[in-house]
C-alpha cells in the first residue's frame, strides 16, 4: 500500500465535476465520539463549537450508533468494540496534536432502547434506568481512551438531555 501513496502524482487536470478544497495540514486538538442520529447532530455541532470552543476541524469526529455505547460491549459487540478502539489508538498516534478525548451520550437514544429490547433487563448492567447506564457507559469510555490511546489523554464526557417533549431542544451536562 506504501507504493501506492509514494507513486501518487497530482493532476491539475479539470473534470466535469466541482472541485472543492482540502486543507494540507491539520492539527486537530480533540476526538469527539458522539451519536450518529441525524436528529442531534446540529445541537452536538453547535456544542462542540460554542461550550467546547473547538472549529470542527479541530476535530477529529468519530459518530457512531450509540456514541460511546460500544465502548462498553466488548463480548456483545466485539467487532464495533475492536474498531472503537482502533479509531482512539489511530487518532492519537496520526495527530500528535490531539490531547482531548471526549464522548457525547444523549436522552433517548435508539442504540440504548434496541439494546434493552434484545438483551432484556441484563443490559442495564444494575442501573435503574437506560439513562443511568447510559452515564455509565460514559465512564467505561474514559477507561477506554485509557487503555486503547498510546500516550494519555485527558478525557471528558457529556450527557445531552432533551429539554422539551417536542425533542427540539437540548442542553449538555459533563457527566463524571
Known sequence: MSTIIESF??????TESPVYSVSPTVSPVAIVFFCCDPKIRLATE?????????G???????????????????????????HFERKIAFSA???????????????????YADAL???????????PT????????????????????????????FHMDLLNAERTRAAFREVG
Open 9 to 14: 502524482v497530482p493532476t491539475e487536470e479539470h
Open 46 to 54: 453547535s456544542f462542540i463549537k460554542y461550550e467546547l470552543n473547538l
Open 56 to 82: 470542527l476541524e479541530e476535530c477529529v469526529l468519530v459518530p457512531g450508533f450509540g456514541g460511546v455505547f460500544c465502548a462498553t460491549e466488548k463480548e456483545r459487540l466485539p467487532f464495533e468494540f475492536r
Open 93 to 111: 498516534d496520526k495527530f500528535p496534536t490531539i490531547e482531548l478525548a471526549v464522548g457525547i451520550g444523549h436522552d433517548l437514544c435508539a442504540q
Open 117 to 127: 429490547a434484545n438483551w432484556g433487563s441484563e443490559f442495564l448492567n444494575r442501573c
Open 130 to 157: 437506560l439513562k443511568a447506564r447510559q452515564e455509565q457507559d460514559l465512564g467505561y469510555f474514559s477507561r477506554m481512551v485509557e487503555c486503547a490511546a498510546p500516550r494519555p489523554l485527558r478525557v471528558r464526557t
